[in-house]
């Protein structure tokens, strides 16, 4: 394996924290870029929303391959603080892409499941290759902020030769995942469970998920296979489907507490009911081969949320 020098813009956020300590392990020279002042070593401070910011960073290094997760997460965050949302993922992708036709780097591009949207089927790759944004009812400004992203990276590969592999993660979720408002479902309902606050489960939802070491184990073999002009769905493994009741059971029984805190109700408007998802591409390409079952991953991420949160449960 060849030591690359690489950068993980969001270095600092949920993925991107797991990422940068995968890639160490693995003897590469990482940077990471956020937001954040801190005095980490290896580490830049900038906002990818400014060009100028983010050129400094190029200006002190050149990189074989970056990894571009900084983003605005969420559909409702989306809908709250658009301005933040479209600025950040289509303003500030299109800098990186910029640089990147400008450098010669290699890039990989963080995009969404979310693009699929209600797609009624099972969600390949090439879904969205054969369908319009219409048939796939994308209900989000989120998700278009992701596919309005895609689309960059391969008009930028058309128009100027550029390399990029966009992936599409699914409910990507373990310790490094602070709690908010706009968070999935995992750490919402952990976090609830722990202060013994009441949360809402819809009903009729499935969903897969996937346990954010085994995610970044295979982000991190695309440096080793790194196919221009590939995406990748990376989730966990279809027979761990479950409702989203099922994922609340496993919390409560993690936390220790019962569904008193939990009101039920019907599914909930304007999001996607069953997602199928298809791996195969990632397992083929990308050695993609999670190992954490929900209940283990759930039970990690508990212990984990106990420890930042200082919860006594």
């Keep these: 394996m060849e030591t690359q020098r690489i950068l993980v813009t969001g270095g600092a956020g949920f993925i991107g924290t797991n990422l940068v300590h995968e890639l160490k392990e693995r003897g590469h020279e990482v940077i990471a870029l ?5 005095e980490r070593e290896e580490y830049m401070r900038a906002d990818v929303r400014n060009y100028r910011q983010l050129e400094r960073v190029f200006d002190k290094w050149d990189f074989d391959l970056v990894y571009h997760l900084a983003a605005e997460y969420g559909r409702w965050n989306g809908e709250d603080f658009y301005e933040n949302l479209w600025q950040t993922n289509a303003i500030g992708t299109k800098h990186m892409i910029r640089l990147q036709e400008k450098l010669g780097f290699e890039m990989v591009f963080f995009s969404s499941a979310e693009v699929y949207g209600d797609y009624d089927g099972v969600m390949t790759e090439e879904v969205m290759e054969k369908n319009s944004i219409r048939d796939t009812y994308q209900m989000n400004d989120y998700a278009i902020t992701k596919w309005a992203g895609e689309l960059m990276c391969m008009n930028s590969a058309k128009m100027f ?37 009441s949360y809402t489960v819809y009903k009729g939802h499935t969903r897969i998920i996937d346990y954010v070491e085994d995610t970044c184990r295979t982000f991190a073999n695309i440096v080793d296979n790194f196919i221009p002009g590939e995406v990748y769905n990376v989730g966990g493994r279809p027979e761990w489907e479950k409702e989203i009741k099922d994922y609340s059971d496993s919390v409560l029984k993690a936390v220790g507490r019962d569904d008193t805190i939990v009101t039920y109700k019907e599914a909930e408007p304007f999001t996607t009911k069953v997602k199928q998802m298809d791996f195969s591409k990632a397992v083929k390409d990308l050695k993609h081969d999670p190992k954490v079952t929900p209940e283990e991953g759930i039970r990690r991420t508990v212990e984990w949320m106990k420890r930042i949160y200082h919860s006594e449960v």
């Design 34 to 38: 956020d937001l954040g002042n801190t």
């Design 161 to 197: 030769g550029t390399e990029t592999v966009r992936v599409r993660p699914v409910n990507c979720y373990g310790p490094g995942e602070h709690y908010t408002p706009y968070r999935g479902f995992i750490p919402k309902f952990i976090y609830h469970a722990l202060f013994n606050r």
